[in-house]
């Protein structure tokens, strides 16, 4: 079965960390640019942070720069986002989207077909 596979979310406090994994199964990451999508009750899907194919080119929502990482690792098929200095306003579904479209469309427009993740709660609350 195809599918992207989300890990590492849950409860945090703010100013804590939570490292993110989406692996991918059936298939490798190879040549898709892949990108975590968040959305909150009662609010819009936000493009968090995409990586391109290679791995050599990101984008990051304002929102998150500085605080948030993302990483791929081509041999593991992984996507990594490390999520550091958590708001509560990162409480948040996330999920992670694989597409071969470029990597700033992705961010900005979401996936035009490719693969989505089931999705995973993330929590920032004391």
């Known amino acids: 079965q195809l599918q992207l596979v989300e890990s590492g979310g849950g409860l945090v406090q703010p100013g804590g960390s939570l490292r993110l994994s989406c692996s991918a199964s059936?298939?490798?990451?190879?040549?898709?640019?892949v990108g975590w999508f968040r959305q909150a009750p009662g609010r819009e899907r936000e493009g968090v942070s995409c990586?391109?194919?290679?791995?050599?080119?990101?984008n990051y929502a304002d929102s998150v720069k500085g605080r948030f990482t993302i990483s791929k690792d081509n041999v593991k098929s992984t996507v990594y986002l490390q999520m550091d200095s958590l708001k509560s306003e990162d409480t948040a579904i996330y999920h992670c989207?694989?597409?071969?479209?470029?990597?700033?469309?992705?961010?900005?427009?979401?996936?035009?077909?490719?693969?989505w993740g089931q999705g995973i709660q993330v929590t920032v609350s004391s």
């Open positions: 059936g298939f490798t990451l190879n040549s898709y640019a």
């Open positions: 990586i391109s194919s290679s791995g050599g080119s990101t």
């Open positions: 989207a694989a597409d071969s479209i470029p990597v700033q469309r992705l961010c900005t427009m979401g996936p035009t077909g490719g693969y």
